[in-house]
């Protein structure tokens, strides 16, 4: 008989970046707190680890991005100045922890994905746990987070999610070797991180969501860099394939790549156009700017 899955009940964000292709907007601005809409990039992630049933958040953090951590933190005095003029604060509502349930590591040297994981380790322990780049906004119900652990519960093992793209666009992801499919779950055969157009194993890329088992831990120990001179967390998942179940999930949903300036903005138009309150008068507003 098998043991029971442990629950995936942490989450690691990796955001450490600069956010330089958003400069000037992020020289004092963390890219994660950038607004779609009214929300900013990271509270979409949070949001969807919340729905899939994640306690607790990891966040990679690096200099300068302490915002990220005052978002999620009590503004006194921002929250008297509302209750004093009563205001309604239920907009403050998913930006509230409990206690302990967020903590931050420092990655000292921008050295890689899967060297921004490793800085986890320590908190991650011998748990399983999900992994959300918040850059890409994955946009659905259930979320892709809440797909995955779905699916986790019925193989276990490891997780990514994946997404078609047009096969001249795989240079630019890590791509899957894919196996017997059933359903939304290719089983997973290898991996490779940007491939050349012609040597791409399919045009089923990793789209920013993994679950992943705590043994990746121990093989990013001694994972040499690999493609970008940076330590590949696509390297490290591709050694453990054999030694472990892994699936590729594939998302019911869409996908923004909010890391671009035109995912940024396609991100912020399709997301204004699903809200009651709103969509109507941008649809007219589009159609005034294409006139």
């Known amino acids: 008989m098998n043991a029971p899955r442990k629950p995936i009940r942490k989450a690691v964000f990796p955001v450490a970046g600069l956010g330089t292709r958003f400069l000037p907007a992020t020289k004092a601005i963390p890219k994660e707190l950038l607004p779609i809409v009214d929300r900013p990039l990271i509270q979409y992630a949070i949001d969807e680890a919340r729905e899939a049933g ?22 006194y005095e921002l929250e008297a100045t509302m209750r004093e003029r009563g205001k309604d604060m239920s907009a403050l509502d998913q930006t509230r922890f409990t206690p302990g349930n967020l903590v931050t590591v420092r990655q000292q040297e921008p050295l890689g994905l899967g060297h921004a994981i490793w800085c986890a380790r320590a908190v991650v322990g011998d748990e399983p746990f999900a992994i959300l780049l918040p850059d890409e906004l994955m946009w659905g119900s259930p979320g892709c987070l809440k797909q995955m652990v779905d699916a986790y519960e019925d193989v276990g093992g490891n997780l990514v999610s994946v997404l078609e793209v047009p ?19 290719t089983e997973v055969m290898g991996l490779v991180e940007k491939p050349k157009v012609e040597d791409a194993p399919s045009n089923k890329i990793v789209s920013g969501r993994y679950i992943l088992q705590p043994e990746v831990m121990r093989t990013l120990e001694t994972q040499g860099k690999g493609a970008g001179g940076e330590i590949q967390l696509t390297d490290a998942m591709a050694r453990m394939i054999g030694t472990q179940p892994f699936h590729a999930v594939t998302f019911a949903g869409r996908r923004f790549d909010c890391g671009s300036k035109l995912g940024f903005v396609e991100a912020t138009l399709a997301l204004a156009l699903e809200r009651e309150d709103m969509a109507a008068e941008v649809r007219a507003m589009a159609e005034r700017l294409l006139a």
């Open 167 to 185: 096969h001249e666009e795989v240079f630019q992801y890590g791509v899957i070797t894919p196996g017997a499919v059933r359903g939304n779950l």
């Open 54 to 75: 994640i306690e607790q958040m990891i966040f990679i953090t690096g200099r300068g991005k302490t915002a990220l951590v005052d978002q999620f933190d009590i503004a």
